[in-house]
C-alpha cells in the first residue's frame, strides 16, 4: 500500500504564492505519473498539472504559466509551484501517483482569498 501526503496548503491573497508538496511512502514501485487536481465545491475533480516519469508535464488551460510541477532527486516527492494565484483557484488539491495502480492523497485546502 502507498500513502500520499500533501502538504504546504493554506489561505493566500489574490496574486500571492503557495508551494504544494506531496510525499509518496509505502509499497513503492516504479512512477509513470505523479500530478495534482483539484476540487471545488460543487464542482468535479480537474487536473491541475501532471509530470510522466519521462518528464513530460502538462498543464490544465487555467493554470498554464501560473503553476510549475517537478519532481525531486527521489522521484518520490512531487511539488507544485502556485503563482499569481487567483481566487478561482480555490480548492481542495489532491496529489495523484500512478505506479500501475492508482493512488490519491487526503487533500491539501487552497484558499484564494482577500
Known amino acids: 500500500q502507498v500513502q500520499l501526503v500533501e502538504s504546504g496548503g493554506g489561505l493566500v491573497q489574490p496574486g500571492g504564492s503557495l508551494r504544494l508538496s506531496c510525499a509518496a511512502s509505502?509499497?513503492?514501485?516504479?512512477?509513470?505519473?505523479m500530478g495534482w487536481y483539484r476540487q471545488a465545491p460543487g464542482k468535479q475533480r480537474e487536473l491541475v498539472a501532471d509530470?510522466?516519469?519521462?518528464?513530460?508535464?502538462r498543464y490544465s488551460d487555467s493554470v498554464k504559466g501560473r503553476f510549475t510541477i517537478s519532481r525531486d532527486n527521489a522521484k518520490d516527492t512531487v511539488n507544485l509551484q502556485m503563482n499569481s494565484l487567483k481566487p478561482e483557484d480555490t480548492a481542495v488539491y489532491y496529489c495523484?501517483?500512478?505506479?500501475?495502480?492508482?493512488?490519491w492523497g487526503q487533500g491539501t485546502q487552497v484558499t484564494v482569498s482577500s
Open positions: 509505502g509499497r513503492i514501485s516504479s512512477i509513470l505519473v
Open positions: 495523484l501517483r500512478n505506479q500501475g495502480q492508482i493512488y
Open positions: 509530470i510522466t516519469s519521462g518528464g513530460t508535464r
